[in-house]
């Protein structure tokens, strides 16, 4: 099978404190997954589940513990040194389309630079056809954008424009990190509609980061849930998400609210206090919340079982058999 | 039926700003009538930059300019009695604050400063509502108040950083249910949290609203959460509520077109088949389109509704929608 990006074993640990009160922190540990051409991916789970990570490490913001990074048959131990987004077709857009652009800048030096960069382009009327073209992908036009400030726009348009900016230099694999979660449902819709029609036109490839397991549902085909550094369940959509495995899958399918006020939520949940508290935790790290949980979760670290095509990283499914309690 | 406890009357407050002696006018709540009532959370739902936050700072009396009051009321019922929050001193309305009305804003995880203790914050809070206690008093009292919501005791000794995103929010709600005020205002408060954690903060907000029997106005774009947690949903939409009702009828026949919008595009599980957004994008508040301004986005628009503003008009029992498609002899002859 021809995967376009490859992830093996990675991980991250980072070190807090001082010398004398360090604390090891695993952001990623041992993450494994794949990417085929043209396919939606996603990666969800909470915040501070180490979904950042994973994608600051795949566009080399950040360098891995252990473990590789194959995109497109090379490793990247090879290309060390360089920078990802220039020698590789992977292009990233993030959170707060706002956030992403100078302020007092206009918008459509950060196109022409790009294609400087890239040299892409030899004259000004190049560079304008080329961005034109990219601006028409995602439903703007060249004349509607040239010379504005990124105040000027809406959210959901400059969210548009960042995601336009990104497809510029023709990337084969699009890192989008929470894209919608700034903007409104509406809104939201439009953007995951562009991924889903992008994904067909250009057979482009997203690695889609997000909490929204709704949106998640609507454009992907696989998903991974990552939950304290681990992948818990990946596998198909409809397998995940219609019948999660995972008691963690479980609680945030069940915590999606639905838009039906006949389908309220009726079972008491608990958070955990503090996020330290659980990626400290020896054994799974769901087993201070897990309504399943047995002795064999507190000490030791389930691995990986294919449950029916989907891998669960979860003791219930080793044979073992557990009743919820209170 | 319960009583009311607030109630505001042609409600329009504008942001006017002056740019380089150019007058600017925002109107982000134009004509809002409203009435809340003791024991209901009342949610109010719409994109962003429909007016929501504005809306929430003037029932909060929290009007500064560059944002007037322009015309109508807004009053408070204080122990039944009927009050215009527009005759009251700087000092009168501080002093409602907390104890009547809370008002929890947008973004408010970073509300806590984040140099002092949460214990500090609190006695903070206390000290300046409520006189001679001591320090070891509102502390037994804050802890008493953290543990009856199901918080842990333990985080008073915290600072914000060492908490997690989703348990500052909930400290944050839990702060302003100190003083159990009649009514809680909280905007925005499940944004940008992931699922688990959003539903903790609505367990949390259901748990004070059924202890302190108070009112909750809850404003979120978020149709989902409305739907779990309010009993009557407002949707707003270029600064004025286009339909009002209790939230299984909003959920089950919605009537203005914009709501049916507003629910129809979330996505459902079992459910790939392509959804539409709402078409084109909000309008600018300073240059409103003529008549009802929804019609540039309308896929229902008359000759009427690009000429003249429609009505809230009620329907039946507590439902009111604003569109030329309902009711009303223009409905009826179109």
Redesign the interface.
């Known amino acids: 099978m021809e995967k376009l990006l490859e992830v093996k074993n990675l991980t991250k640990v980072f070190t807090m404190g001082s010398i004398l009160s360090r604390v090891r922190l695993t952001a990623t540990d041992d993450v494994s997954f794949y990417i085929k051409p043209g396919e939606i991916f996603t990666l969800a789970g909470e915040s501070g589940c180490g979904k950042t990570t994973t994608a600051k490490i795949i566009l080399g913001f950040e360098e891995p513990t252990s473990g590789t990074i194959i995109h497109e048959g090379k490793d990247r131990a090879e290309t060390k040194g360089k920078k990802v987004w220039q020698e590789e077709g992977i292009q990233a857009i993030f959170q707060d389309p706002f956030g992403t652009f100078n302020p007092l800048r206009v918008v459509d030096r950060y196109f022409f630079e790009t294609l400087q960069n890239f040299k892409m382009a030899a004259t000004k009327g190049e560079a304008i056809e080329l961005i034109d073209e990219t601006l028409q992908l995602v439903g703007l036009t060249y004349e509607e954008f040239a010379g504005k400030y990124p105040s000027e726009f809406s959210g959901g348009q400059l969210q548009r424009v960042s995601i336009a900016r990104a497809l510029l230099t023709k990337p084969n694999l699009l890192i989008a990190d929470e894209p919608v979660s700034m903007v409104d449902a509406s809104l939201r819709m439009s953007i995951v509609n562009l991924f889903k029609r992008l994904k067909e036109e250009a057979s482009l490839g997203v690695l889609y980061i997000t909490h929204d397991l709704a949106t998640a549902y609507y454009v992907s085909e696989r998903i991974a849930i990552m939950f304290r550094g681990n992948i818990v369940e990946m596998g198909p959509v409809e397998k995940v998400l219609m019948e999660p495995k995972h008691p963690y899958s479980q609680l945030l399918r069940e915590s999606i609210p639905e838009a039906d006020p006949t389908k309220r939520w009726s079972k008491r949940i608990v958070l955990a206090e503090t996020e330290e508290e659980e990626y400290m935790r020896v054994g799974c790290k769901f087993a201070g919340r897990c309504p399943y949980v047995m002795d064999i979760c507190k000490n030791q670290a389930p691995q990986d079982i294919d449950v029916d095509g989907v891998l669960v990283k979860c003791f219930l499914y080793n044979g073992n058999s557990a009743t919820p309690h209170e | 039926m319960n009583e009311t406890i607030l109630r505001t009357e042609g409600l329009k407050t504008f942001y006017i700003l002056d740019v380089f002696g150019a007058q600017k006018v925002v109107k982000a709540v134009n004509d809002v009538n409203l009435n809340i009532r003791t024991n209901e959370v009342y949610g109010i739902a719409g ?3 429909c007016g929501k936050t504005t809306l929430l700072k003037a029932l909060a009396a929290a009007i500064e300019p560059p944002l007037r009051l322009v015309d109508g009321y807004i009053f408070y019922y204080i122990d039944g009695k009927a009050v215009d929050v527009a005759t009251l001193s700087p000092e009168a309305k501080r002093r409602l604050r907390l104890d009547y009305i809370a008002y929890v804003p947008q973004g408010s995880m970073s509300a806590l400063n984040p140099v002092i203790k949460l214990k500090e914050t609190y006695q903070d809070f206390i000290s300046s509502h409520v006189s001679g206690k001591s320090k070891e008093e509102t502390i037994q009292l804050a802890e008493r108040h953290i543990a009856e919501l199901g918080l ?1 005791p333990k ?1 008073l000794d915290s600072y914000p950083h ?6 500052r929010q909930r400290v944050t709600i839990a702060l302003a249910a100190l003083l159990k005020p009649s009514i809680i205002i909280a905007d925005e408060p499940t944004t ?9 903060v ?2 949390l907000l259901m748990d004070i609203q059924k202890k302190l029997k108070n009112t909750i106005i809850l404003v979120t ?5 409305q ?2 947690i309010a009993d009557r949903v407002g949707i707003m939409y270029a600064g004025k509520i286009v339909e009002e009702s209790t ?2 009828k909003i ?2 026949d919605p009537q203005h077109p914009y709501t049916q ?3 129809n ?6 459910d ?1 088949s ?5 078409p084109g ?2 309008p600018s508040l300073i240059d409103l389109p003529s008549g009802c301004a929804f019609h540039p986005r309308c896929p229902h628009a008359m000759k009427i509704c690009m000429e003249q503003t429609p009505d809230l008009i009620t329907l039946d029992t507590d439902h009111k929608v604003a569109c030329w498609l309902v009711g009303g002899e223009h409905g009826k002859t179109a």
């Open positions: 994109e962003s930059g842990p985080i060492q908490l997690s995103g989703g348990m940008a949290l992931d699922v688990v954690v959003q539903r903790g609505v367990q774009h978020d149709m989902g959460v739907a779990n939230t299984e959920y089950g919008f507003l629910i595009s979330l996505p459902q599980f079992g790939k392509t959804r539409q957004s709402v994008s909000p």
